[in-house]
């Protein structure tokens, strides 16, 4: 098929090469426009932008699609389908009825749980037993459209936004390759009415940890924020990037370090199990801790 592939991030990156690989002819590729990044804020190309340069694909990079002379320069590429996976804008109407066969998108969830921005770190934090991908075709609603296929994916017990991106991505990318070649032979499923929720875009304002929660909900919201933006919390030595915590028991005022690198919660503790210091990489807690004085009774704020 003649293709148009949208997105931005690592997690569309292997369904660019897969679609690639399949031998579809990629007529364009959108992403976001280069970003400041690094030490001397230099425009910096997309994880997308990167790739396609690499597979010798063309690039463009609009700041809006709602420009007319945008949306005409986009229908004139005669697509038969766009794939769209984490582009990060909104498509209007006539972008999504541009494409002879119109355009579908990988979602990071079990539709119609948790259409919107972020379907990985919600269904962490909010402890769900499982997550997958589905390939929707699109249309104007926030994620309402039907569903051509699924495939779920447990969350086990461990498990970090991190560890289930990649995971995810794949999966991802298998599905798509398949969906485009049996184009024709798959039913589009409407989402059903019931289980509707939306994941939210996740806000800076919500990464300090709040430890008079249950242990429990603290760390699956350690773990929903791993490794971006990634929960934290202040010692007496600085600030603690919090990456990987477990519940267990334990019993103190909240926020009080019981011992090492375990943390009391207004219900039960929670075991930190990776952290990463101010300039720091990410270190298991029993290396942290020998650079770092938390004894028994000091606190994380």
Known sequence: MRLIFMGTPDFSVPALHALHGAGHDITAVYTQPPRPAGR???????PVHAAADALGLPVRHPVTLRDAAEQAAFAALGADLAVVVAYGLILPQPVLDAPRRGCLNIHASLLPRWRGAA?????????????????????AGLDTGPVLL??????????????????????????IVQAVSRLDGLAAVPQPNHGITYATKIDKAEARVDWTRPAPAVARHIRGLSPFPGAWADTAEGRLKLLNARAIEGAGPPGQVLQGLT??????????????????????AEDLLRGLSLPPGSRLD
């Open 40 to 46: 001397g804020k230099k425009p910096r190309p997309s």
């Open 119 to 139: 379907p990985i770190h919600r269904a962490v934090m909010a402890g769900d037993a499982e997550t997958g991908i589905c390939i929707m075709q699109m249309e």
């Open 150 to 175: 699924r495939e779920s994916l447990a969350i086990a017990e461990g498990d970090t936004t991190g560890s289930l991106h990649g995971r995810l991505a794949a999966l991802g990318a298998g599905l």
């Open 263 to 284: 943390v009391a919660c207004g219900q039960g503790a929670v075991q930190i199990t990776e952290a990463q210091r101010e300039g720091r990489k990410p270190m298991r």
